[in-house]
């Protein structure tokens, strides 16, 4: 083996952390110093003041609900006000706070630390353990996310690998990271559909695989459904049940409420192999002014937990329906079904799989390990030149720029494929405007106020011209990793102003609202006539590109499978580009552009993989 650098890849887990790393061409788990493969992502401070992550820190958690902070995933690059935050914070027993910018802060310590510093403390401890492994420090890493993270969520997940002192090579979507797993070392063609039910988050993605391209098609989920809600499902039943029974609100105490999220969680694991499981918490709530102890014992069963999570289980169901619609793939047509995350290996959902995907799941991946296995992979490939992979990743959420009118106009429609680039012309919006608002938005709605707020910046000096005279050329770039910078142009003048897009603080849906009134002068309007023209051009452009390209890639790949495959693939999407430029459809003229778009990175991928050895 050469003396290189090692590196790894992490599955930051919003539960369990796992790392790995490739070693004599096979990737593998590296233990923790406790030996352990898992390492909770939970961190504490104890009674004495000392610092504590993983194992011990989750051991400590029911004598010390306070200072120790688990799930934070769940609040990473989010903001303080949002729905989902407010409603995951009735049952966290730490403290949350609100931060200056609507960010989330968590009282530790006597401090208020950030999400990226806690998530920083879980990474550090998790290098710690590669160092000793590789008896070396180890900076170079990956790291995951859910591919339905948003941008803030994955600048906050890279900082808190920074924090940390790793160099983050590259963030990767965990489903795409669990079928790079899957298709180590094996021929697999076709569509694959990962389905990663973990702690904290639902993913479904599918992916074209085929001669070591990992093409991602389509993905979606929830960031705020994962075996934490199935926990709170139990606590809720037994809260309400001893209520009912004592009169007494259990979760007005957070030592209580810890240590029946505790026996929750290990009843709910239970109902995966047995069919009754036994809770008992003796002396879960004491008086004040010293009474007789109230004790809570409770059986529950298989079929309790199932009726009580039956919503959780059809909403996991229903955005595989809404991810193979987008993807325009049916069930039957999937090559393979694979399962990852802790929580699949409830009996329930293993059923409510098989009865939509009509076959029986994926055997032989780790469910625990698959994502961080995937993630050294891709390591792995980044640095050695043997390595064959090609990763096409989608980004998550549609991008795009505030208009006229308190709309969006999309640049970037969500599931395309990254890295990407798009120009878009726009007009100013009222007489005499000599400055433009450029407002990045990320999100689904049409409406500005209900999507995020990436960030903005201000382009000045445009000629006082009617509404509409002036141009302003915006353009998006999507990196590999998802990260987003947006540039602005004046045709006329050539002046530029452009962002690279960081977490920002966040603001709530109102105050967005606000800003979209008050801004309403300086906001840009749409091109809608020019729009279908632009577009045909962008496709006519890239016909040509791609059509320049087919025999450089015949030619390097020297007429091997993988060469004879990419080719025919991009005829056809060649044939179906000219079909939109005929029809002119916008819709058919955008879903063209993007065919092309991922024929044109994979065929960039072949060349300077291939080409410059
Ligand atoms: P994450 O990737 O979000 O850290 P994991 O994939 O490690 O999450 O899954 C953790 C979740 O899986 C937890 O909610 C845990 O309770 C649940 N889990 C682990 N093992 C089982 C099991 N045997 N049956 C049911 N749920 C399980
Ligand atoms: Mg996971």
Redesign the pocket.
């Known amino acids: 083996m050469s003396e290189r650098e090692p590196v790894i890849g992490i599955?930051l887990?919003?539960?369990?952390?796992v790392v790995a790393t490739v070693q004599g061409n096979q990737p593998a788990v590296i233990r923790n110093r406790s030996g352990a493969t898992?390492t909770p992502?939970v961190v504490a401070v104890s009674k004495t003041g000392k610092r504590l992550v993983g194992q011990i820190a989750k051991r400590q958690a029911i004598t010390n609900p306070e200072e120790t902070v688990y799930a934070a995933?769940r609040l990473i690059g989010r903001k303080f006000s949002s729905q989902q935050v407010q409603e995951a914070m009735k049952v966290l027993s730490y403290q949350v706070i609100c931060g200056e910018h609507d960010d989330i802060r968590i009282r530790l310590e006597g401090r208020e630390v950030s999400l990226p510093e806690i998530s920083a403390m879980v990474l550090r401890e998790i290098k710690a353990d590669a160092d000793a492994f590789f008896g070396k420090p180890v900076t170079k890493a990956i790291i995951t996310v859910p591919a339905y993270f948003n941008d803030g969520q994955r600048q906050a997940t890279k900082d808190a690998g920074r924090i940390a002192g790793l160099d983050v090579l590259r963030i990767i979507n965990e489903p795409t990271a669990a079928a790079l797993a899957y298709g180590f070392g094996k021929t697999v063609n076709g569509k694959i559909a990962i389905f990663d039910l973990?702690?904290?988050?639902f993913d479904i993605s599918v992916l074209e695989v085929g001669n070591g391209v990992f093409d991602v098609i389509a993905t979606g989920g929830d960031t705020f459904l994962?075996?934490?809600d199935?926990?709170n499902r139990i606590i809720e039943w037994l809260v309400f049940g001893f209520a009912k029974e004592h009169g007494v609100d259990l979760r007005k105490d957070r030592m209580a409420l810890q240590r029946l999220k505790t026996e929750a969680?290990k009843a709910?694991?239970e109902l995966?192999t047995i069919k009754e499981a036994q809770i008992n918490l003796p002396f879960i709530y004491t008086p004040p002014g010293g009474g007789t102890a109230l004790h809570l014992q409770k059986a529950l069963s298989r079929e309790k937990l199932d009726e009580l999570c039956a919503d959780l289980v059809d909403r996991c169901i229903t955005h595989c329906d809404a991810v193979l619609k987008e993807a325009k793939v049916k069930a039957s047509d999937l090559k393979e079904m694979i399962l990852?995350?802790?929580?699949t290996?409830?009996p329930k959902v293993v059923d409510a799989v098989k009865a939509y995907f009509k076959r029986d799941p994926c055997k032989g991946v780790h469910?625990?390990e698959v994502v961080a296995l995937g993630a050294a992979v891709q390591a792995n490939a980044l640095v050695s030149e043997e390595a064959q992979v090609l990763l096409l990743d989608v980004t998550p959420q549609s991008l795009g720029v505030a208009i006229a009118g308190g709309y969006v106009r999309k640049l970037i429609p969500r599931n395309t494929t990254v890295p990407t680039s798009t120009t878009e012309l726009f007009n100013t919006s009222k007489d005499g405007q000599t400055t433009v608002k450029i407002m990045v938005l990320q999100g689904e709605s049409e409406l500005a106020h209900q999507n995020e707020l990436l960030g903005e910046f201000i382009l000045t000096g445009l000629r006082e011209a009617k509404r509409g005279e002036v141009e302003i050329e915006v353009t998006f770039d999507i990196n590999s990793e998802g990260i987003v910078s947006v540039g602005a142009r004046d045709k006329e003048t050539g002046q530029r102003q452009s962002i690279t897009v960081t977490a920002s603080g966040g603001l709530t849906e109102d105050e967005l609202k606000k800003i979209m009134e008050e801004q309403s002068d300086y906001l840009l309007e749409a091109k809608a006539g020019e729009e279908s023209r632009n577009k045909k051009t962008e496709l006519e452009n890239i016909i040509k590109e791609v059509t320049a390209l087919i025999p450089q890639v015949q030619q390097v790949t020297e007429g091997s499978e993988f060469g004879v495959d990419a080719v025919a693939k991009a005829v056809k999407s060649l044939e179906g580009a000219k079909r939109a430029l005929e029809g002119g459809s916008l819709t058919a003229l955008s879903d063209a552009i993007d065919t092309l778009n991922r024929t044109l990175n994979l065929f960039r991928g072949v060349l300077q993989r291939i080409g410059t050895r």
């Not at 887990?13 to 952390?17: E, I, M």
């Not at 990852?340 to 929580?343: D, I, T």
């Open positions: 599955d887990g919003t539960t369990n952390s898992l992502s995933k973990g702690g904290g988050t994962g075996g934490e199935f926990d969680e709910k694991i995966s990852v995350g802790g929580m290996r409830m469910p625990d």
